[in-house]
């Protein structure tokens, strides 16, 4: 209490409007100040209301930089072309629809909105190097350009090359988490480990990307396609490719040209479904799109419902501190106080109330967003400054609205009905 | 017409005609003014008496604008009360009137120092603290500036309530039995301030069912019923001032 008389006295030391609505300022505080347990209580809505907005505003923003990194990573043209399954008159799938590698080499020469490609083998894998064995390694069987269109490069020795393709040589190149977890260090490369106990060179390591979504990236393993596929034959019936469009803009046309090479080599007739699939990033941006959208609608619900409990408790309160304050009304107004002094008076009052409020949900808000950005997918996690001008604005907001009608029903009391109030 | 008066100090600035007030209560009807006609002058020190229920502290909040009659006119230096908007009633009772209450009426969890700046602050007069500290010294509470209301005594709480009331230089001093709550002793200090507030040139209007008090003044205005039944100079009058009351009478 010693402290903030001391401050009251500094603020109205300041000459001129700004000592009258500082002055205001403090004896508002001052009053909540008295009725501590009240005041928070009554503010309880707004907490909620501003703690969500902040929490919710920076984990959406923070998970949203964070899918788009992981998109930046994957290359930011890229698309993967797979086999559709060819389904029966019932819908039953009958076979997979093989996507030939003359296929792909057609796409490669016609599409001139495609840049590169690239086939792809996937399979999982057992990798061993002396007493260590892994299982469940992601292998992928791809050309020498693996590299720029999905963004991945070695940084430490080299990728295969064309040759190495041609000749399906056993060459290999490892992602960090393998290396990690064959608990080598990088001297690895040069040696030799077995992938599903063939003898294959290690000739290079992947820089590292860490994780997404909780899953390591890191994990991967590449050999060139054409010795996967003299490993596991039957993955033939699986082929996939990597598509890099000419430039992002190009990637509708690029496309639309894969589609239309596509279904002119497999003869498929108008009206009959693409035998392929295609997977694109903004698959992912639109499935986070569509996230984000739920939680803005679920955040929106939370904020409105919390801003009018809490608008309708600082209405409450300040009925209540109007009632208390009959006589201090009447005395204020008996030297000299006009109505809109009293008004102005329990506005601010109001108004510091749930700004108050909006504060303190802004410090939760804060701790909450921190505690988030620990979790390794939300390191990303930043509190925009939008969202606490837009928190405070609304706690804010709801102070004036509130308590408007408090303030207004104190300010029309008859000074002499007041002071002889109980 | 006073016009008459060559002494300017002697001028009209409460004028009542004919001032009813009726309060209801319920069904019932009370009638606490019946007719009230007075006036008075700049400078005259009066003491309003009567039995309880008769109508005094009616009349005072009529006088300090915290009220409106029924019936009748309260012209205040030659101005119509009944006219002025709700801003510039708000303005007579910062800046005219004094009014000092009964039961004190400071802000509780309020310096003596705030208490007396509060009027101050809605005129947003300047050298608000100094103007407050020399009221303060002027009551003799010169060293009690940052005590509160529950850190007074009764005496004291009325000195800082009277320098509030005295914050901005008001012409009139309305005053309703503000010793009805002090003992004798500190009642006489409380009339000595007033004394003195009365020797610089204000008006002052006590209400009181103290005899004592209401010789210290130098016109009593008793009420009965809400009438006025007495109205005269007391042994402490001026000639002058004598002379007015009893022929107004
Ligand atoms: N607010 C009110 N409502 C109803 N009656 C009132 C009110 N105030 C005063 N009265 C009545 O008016 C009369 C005069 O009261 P008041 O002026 O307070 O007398 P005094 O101050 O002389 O004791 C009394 O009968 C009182 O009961
Ligand atoms: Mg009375």
Redesign the pocket.
């Known amino acids: 209490m010693r402290l903030l008389y001391a401050v009251l006295h500094m603020l109205v030391a300041i000459p001129g409007g700004v000592a009258l609505i500082g002055g205001a300022v403090v004896t508002a505080l001052v009053q909540i100040w008295a009725n501590k347990v009240r005041s928070l209580l009554t503010v309880l809505g707004i907490i909620i209301a501003v703690t969500s907005i902040i929490t919710v505003v920076s984990l959406t923003q923070g998970f949203g930089d964070y899918v788009t990194n992981f998109l930046r990573g994957l290359g930011t043209n890229m698309m993967v072309c797979y086999p559709e399954w060819i389904r029966g008159p019932r819908g039953e799938f009958l076979r997979p629809a093989e996507l030939s590698i003359t296929d792909i080499q057609s796409v490669d020469t016609h599409a001139d909105a495609v840049r590169r490609t690239s086939p792809v083998v996937f399979h999982n894998s057992t990798v061993e190097y002396g007493r260590r064995q892994l299982t469940g390694i992601n292998l992928r069987g791809t050309n020498e350009l693996f590299q720029p269109i999905r963004n991945y490069y070695v940084d430490l020795g080299r990728f295969y090359g064309p040759v190495d393709v041609e000749n399906a040589a056993q060459v290999c190149v490892l992602g960090r988490e393998v290396l990690r977890k064959l608990e080598c260090d990088e001297s690895l490369v040069g040696d030799y480990i077995h992938i599903d106990s063939q003898r294959f060179q290690v000739i290079g390591l992947l820089e590292a990307k860490g994780s997404f979504m909780g899953e390591n990236q890191d994990q991967v393993i590449c050999v060139p396609w054409t010795t996967a596929l003299k490993m596991y034959p039957e993955q033939r019936d699986y082929l996939a490719f990597f598509v890099e469009a000419a430039a992002e803009d190009k990637i509708p046309r690029a496309e639309g040209q894969l589609v239309r090479i596509l279904r002119q080599r497999h003869g498929l007739k108008p009206g009959q479904a693409n035998d392929f699939g295609l997977f694109k990033q903004d698959q992912i941006l639109q499935e986070f799109h569509k996230i984000r959208t739920i939680a803005t609608s679920v955040l929106a619900g939370i904020v409105s419902i919390s801003l009018l409990v809490g608008g309708i408790g600082i209405m409450n309160v300040m009925l209540v501190s109007v009632a208390e304050r009959t006589r201090e009304i009447g005395l204020r107004k008996s030297v000299g106080a006009r109505r809109r002094d009293i008004l102005m008076q329990f506005l601010t009052e109001s108004v510091v109330l749930s700004t108050v409020g909006g504060a303190i949900g802004i410090v939760l808000g804060y701790g909450l967003a921190a505690l988030a950005s620990m979790h390794p997918s939300m390191t990303e996690v930043k509190v925009p400054g939008w969202s606490v001008a837009l928190a405070l604005g609304f706690s804010a907001g709801v102070g004036i609205f509130f308590g408007l009608m408090p303030a207004l029903k104190a300010a029309i009391i008859h000074p002499i009905d007041a002071l002889?109030h109980e | 017409m006073i016009a008459t008066n060559d002494n300017a100090a002697q001028q009209v600035v409460i004028q009542l005609v004919d001032l009813h007030k009726i309060?209801r209560?319920g069904t019932e009807l009370?009638h606490?003014l019946r007719g009230v006609s007075l006036s008075i002058r700049k400078n005259e020190y009066v003491a309003i008496m009567?039995p309880?229920?008769?109508?005094?502290?009616?009349?005072l909040n009529i006088l300090g604008c915290l009220d409106v009659p029924s019936d009748g006119a309260y012209l205040l230096a030659g101005q119509d009360v009944a006219k002025l908007s709700q801003s510039r009633l708000a303005r007579v009772r910062g800046r005219q009137i004094g009014f000092v209450f009964q039961s004190f009426e400071l802000l509780p969890r309020t310096t003596a120092l705030k208490n007396v700046e509060l009027p101050m602050t809605y005129t947003r007069a300047r050298h608000r603290r100094r103007r407050a500290l020399d009221g303060l010294s002027r009551v003799g509470l010169g060293d009690r500036i940052h005590h509160r209301p529950n850190q007074l005594s009764g005496g004291q709480k009325q000195r800082v309530a009277i320098a509030r009331a005295l914050a901005q230089q008001p012409d009139i001093i309305l005053a309703d039995e503000p010793t009805g709550n002090l003992d004798s002793v500190t009642g006489d200090e409380i009339m000595d301030i007033f004394d003195a507030v009365h020797a610089d040139g204000q008006t002052i209007i006590i209400?009181t069912h103290e005899d004592h008090i209401a010789a210290r003044c130098h016109r009593v205005i008793e009420?009965k019923d809400?009438n006025v039944v007495r109205d005269e100079a007391t042994g402490r009058a001026p000639d002058a001032a004598r002379r007015e009351a009893s022929t107004a009478s």
Not at chain 2, 52 to 59: C, E, I, L, N, V
């Open positions: 002889r | 309060y209560v009370v606490a009567g309880s229920g008769s109508g005094k502290s009616t009349m209400v009420l809400g």
